[in-house]
């Protein structure tokens, strides 16, 4: 494979820079709409109602291919999709829920969550055969600072109740998405997007409901704010945030989509201070800015090519 540049060139089409808008936008979506009810509502009730009405959405799509289109996969790829499934929806939704549910707060776990570039970028040279510049790797540097910084601003916060070990969940979700990405590129695994996406929210549907049954969680409560939020994380968390994550990839590849993560905090720390009363410090603006500054480096390549880097197939890596 040949070494290839990452980043979204300066001169790319406008449906590009909507799609990586509204990435951005329907990504930050998630945290906002899974502390909705993590007051009062088990994380696993909302995760197992949310991804079994996606699930029933985008049954349709596993048949796209044909007559018994499912049935002609090879085992192969059916248990590949199957564990990015697990590995990008299940692994993933659980820790982000689980740090919200703790007390960790939305721009902190949404900004733990954005070190998942680092350790792509860092991975991407000998697994991938992608070229990271010196100049993304200092991009890179600042949004590790930034992270370390917002982190500390939210522990240090005096309305804190966290315990310390929480931040370390989204941690282990973030390590399950760039687990995930570079599943996704094996070989074997070859479908569309849609279909690929059908197949991740069945099996964390199986998964969650079997969880929610077995420990007495299955049944929704009949509070509006429930199913407003589960409304918002099927239509913006989900179904939005695969959308255009799956496209970006498709344009631009894994690490420039995923460099863009680095805009998910400070979108996602405004929506809680706004909704929830979260803590906006000096300290917390410093950190983003850090954060916004490594999208800047890392994101935008000084030089425009004449045709945007594709990824062979649509399956290249996965969303929320």
Known sequence: MRDKPIGIPRSAPLVTVVLAVGFVVCWSSGFVGAKLTASDTS??????????IVAVILLPFLRSGGRGAIARWSGAELVGQVVVGLLSQTGYTLTVYWAIALGVSTGTTALIDGIQPLVVASLAAPLLGLMTSRRQWIGLGLGLLGV?????????????????????????????????????????????????????????????????????????????????????????????????????????????????????????????????????????????ALALAAAATVVVRRRS??????APRASRGPCR
Do not use: Q
Request: a positive charge.
């Open 43 to 52: 994380v696993l009730t909302v995760l197992m109602w949310r991804f079994l």
């Open 148 to 288: 370390a910084v917002v982190t500390w601003a939210d522990v240090a916060s005096p309305g804190t109740e966290a315990p310390l070990w929480a931040y370390a969940v989204p941690l282990l979700g973030m390590l399950s998405l760039v687990g995930a990405t570079f599943v996704s590129r094996l070989d074997v695994i070859r479908t569309t997007a849609r279909r690929a996406l059908a197949v991740h929210c069945a099996a964390s549907a199986v998964v969650y409901s079997v969880l929610a049954v077995a420990t007495g969680n299955a049944v929704p409560p009949a509070s509006g704010k429930f199913w407003l939020a589960v409304a918002w994380l099927v239509v913006l968390a989900t179904l939005g945030a695969y959308g255009a994550y799956w496209a970006l990839i498709e344009r631009v590849g894994i690490t420039s989509t995923n460099a863009l993560l680095f805009l998910v905090p400070g979108v996602t720390t405004l929506w809680g201070a706004a909704l929830y009363g979260e803590p906006l410090t000096a300290l917390t603006i410093v950190g983003l």
């Open 305 to 310: 090519f004449a045709r945007p880097h594709r």
